[in-house]
């Protein structure tokens, strides 16, 4: 059992990180081609590339068409590139080598039972989409991707989201997702640098 100032602190940076929330832009994002060349760069040992779709994200396994495995996201949204991400960075590797590591989506539309099941599979990827955001100098939003159905607890989801998050950075992320996010500080926290006016002078 937690100590009363361990669960204290827990809550406080629960609170922290559901301050942070913003909604993100829908708008074309510059960044997405640098993104992608980051992912593919960074596992290529695993023969897995990220892929901008069209409508729906989906995992598609190497096989006939592509020698290898593709993590395609939506629309060119970057907030999309690292939700379909983190999810990669939770299959295991028998997961892995099924479309959409075998899990069956239900979509927008849910009853309130569906509602609760589908928040509850998403706490550890958008925790871990919530990091890949921050790591990438971004501000993060929840996802409870049901307009359409039952009226999620959007406040509830994020503080359990972020609890999961604050439990993360206290233990440690999955090694893919710890990949990631040094990648991701590497890359984009160096680039927010250079960009800075004056970053070129001496």
Known sequence: MKSQSSQSSLENAVEKEVANVQPPSLENDKDVPTLISLFNSTFEDFNTRLVLGDDEPIYIPAGVDKSYHQIVFAHGFFSSAL??????CIA???RRLLEDYGYWYCPDGRNE???ADFEKVEIK????EWA???AAGRRFQVSTDNLNGAEPDREG???NVAAQLALYKA???PSRAERFINALKNTFCKKTHDDAPGADAA
């Open 83 to 88: 939700h379909e991400i983190a999810h990669w």
């Open 92 to 94: 295991g590797e028998k």
């Open 113 to 115: 039972t569906q509602q």
């Open 125 to 128: 990827p958008q925790a871990i």
């Open 132 to 134: 890949f955001t921050e």
């Open 157 to 159: 989801f994020t503080k």
């Open 171 to 173: 233990d440690g992320f």
